[in-house]
């Protein structure tokens, strides 16, 4: 799993749960809609912790805070706190504005992943090749997984096949160096410009984004079907 021998600073994961979970039909939060018993988050961080994640900054309604820390009670790494704001990518800048202060050399080598905490069944492993992938120069990672339906494009009088072999459906966590994902926040701020993920922030500033290998068990629990696939994943010992 990650490497800690030799790395001083700590590995770092926002973990965006914020959102609602009205789509799953739950009454509750999303990152705290059970399975098997245990909140999603919950899951969510102890994978984290398992593929090399030293902290995690959870971004959460403070509203019924409670239910958040109460689901981290037992969490294998120190948790820090934040607020979400009106945008996923508010959310993470709220994350990172509670990161501790470091050194200007260790701050921007720092490796910052970001997470959905509906993607609850990550394999651990698959965090550890974000992490290496990082320590290894990249400025910005992303784990994908190959599209595996057939893809139409709207067009202007009907659409048009998009050739699948050369399409990657993009996961979370997403890791990055510290320095990188500041700048990005930093810059899109100041333009007052909303992009989907903080990949696409970190090519707003002119970096690369390095693609590896990510894990169909990362999908995300947003509807009731994926709800009953994650239930089995559980029952069969998967996750």
Same mark, same amino acid.
């Given at each position: ?8 600073? #700590? ?8 959102? @609602? ?7 509750? #939060? ?11 988050? /919950? ?47 508010? @959310? ?27 993607? =609850? ?6 965090? =550890? ?16 997984? #190959? ?12 659409? /048009?096949?998009?050739?699948? =072999? ?32 903080? =990949? ?9 984004? /390095? ?12 509807? #009731? ?13 998967? @996750?």
């Amino acid at each position: 799993m990650g490497e800690h021998i030799n790395n001083p600073v #700590p590995v770092v994961a926002i973990v965006v749960a914020a959102g @609602s979970g009205s789509r799953l039909g739950a009454e509750v #939060p999303k990152a705290l809609v059970p399975v098997a018993g245990v909140p999603l988050l /919950t899951r969510a961080v102890a994978q984290l912790a398992a593929g090399g994640v030293d902290e995690v900054v959870v971004v959460a309604p403070v509203e019924g805070r409670e239910a958040f820390v109460d689901a981290l009670a037992g969490a294998p790494v120190p948790v820090t706190w934040a607020d979400g704001g009106a945008e996923r990518q508010h @959310s993470v800048a709220h994350g990172m504005g509670v990161l501790p202060d470091l050194p200007a050399a260790d701050a921007d080598a720092q490796v910052v992943l970001v997470h959905d905490a509906a993607r =609850a069944f990550l394999p651990a492993d698959m965090v =550890a090749r974000v992490i290496d992938a990082v320590r290894a120069g990249a400025d910005a990672v992303v784990p994908v997984v #190959p599209v595996t339906d057939s893809v139409r494009e709207l067009v202007e009088d009907g659409s /048009t096949v998009v050739d699948r =072999a050369r399409l990657r459906a993009v996961q979370t966590p997403q890791g990055f160096r510290r320095g990188v994902l500041e700048e990005a926040h930093r810059v899109l701020a100041e333009s007052d410009t909303i992009v989907t993920d903080d =990949a696409a922030a970190a090519e707003y500033i002119g970096c690369t984004v /390095t693609l590896v290998e990510g894990s169909r068990d990362a999908f995300k629990v947003t509807e #009731p079907l994926d709800r009953v696939l994650a239930e089995a994943l559980v029952a069969w010992g998967v @996750s």
